[in-house]
């Protein structure tokens, strides 16, 4: 396995098992932890350069969301997504976002809309700049700020929950393919239409989303990756 340890760059303030937990998330996006391998805590430790106890702490966050699975006296095992389950998350998210995206687009002030459009910049450069747990980050921080603007805080939680168990595997053959930076680029056109007011155009334009991104998980899977 490769070293972790540029995946836990943290902040003082937070909580050394939030550190952990972000670290390991950031892992599996990138594919250093690989579905269906075990992993032990004191390993994930070692190359984190922390204790044991955070680490064991965190994959019991990470185990609560679906993401690992404990196994007895050996470690976490990573958990593997299926193509049902990605095609049901999926159909999750089509059927939550795509309404709230043309609700919003109807009762939002335009301001609070465009007040979005760094972080939707942000995005693109990003997938631009092969960073891919950045770009994750702030599609995230998108997605979940543009759902907040329905007033709606378990829809938020739900779709948040959501984007968490349908996580991306090896990210790094799709970056190196150039099929992320258009899925990026849409943010901008949602963006656009919303702020536009054309509300039918941007719950397709959700859709089109969810449906290209639904793709980038079918390809994440089979595109090689490097083995750590």
Request: hydrophobic share 40%; with cysteine; aromatic share 4%.
């Amino acid at each position: 396995m490769g070293d972790l340890k540029q995946y836990g760059l943290v902040r003082a303030q937070e909580r050394l098992r939030d550190q952990v937990g972000h670290a390991l998330r950031a892992a599996l996006i990138a594919g250093e932890l690989r579905p269906g391998q075990v992993y032990s805590a004191p390993g994930l430790a070692s190359d984190l350069g922390v204790s044991a106890t955070p680490v064991r702490e965190a994959m019991l966050d990470l185990a609560r969301e679906g993401l690992v699975e404990p196994v007895r006296n050996k470690g976490f095992r990573i958990t593997e997504v299926s193509e049902r389950d990605l095609d049901q998350y999926t159909e999750l998210r089509t059927l939550i976002e795509v309404p709230t995206v043309g609700r919003i687009t109807k009762t939002a002030a335009r301001e609070r809309l465009e007040e979005l459009r760094p972080v939707a910049e942000e995005i693109v450069a990003r997938a631009r700049d092969h960073d891919l747990i950045g770009y994750l980050e702030a599609d995230r921080r998108f997605h979940l700020a543009l759902l907040g603007l329905s007033g709606n805080e378990r829809l938020v939680e739900t779709v948040g929950d959501l984007r968490k168990r349908s996580r991306l595997y090896g990210l790094t053959g799709l970056d190196e393919a150039g099929l992320l930076v258009s899925s990026a680029e849409e943010h901008l056109e949602l963006l656009d239409l919303m702020i536009a007011g054309n509300a039918r155009g941007a719950e397709a334009c959700m859709r089109r989303h969810l449906g290209h991104v639904r793709s980038l998980w079918a390809e994440g899977r089979d595109a090689p990756v490097d083995t750590p």
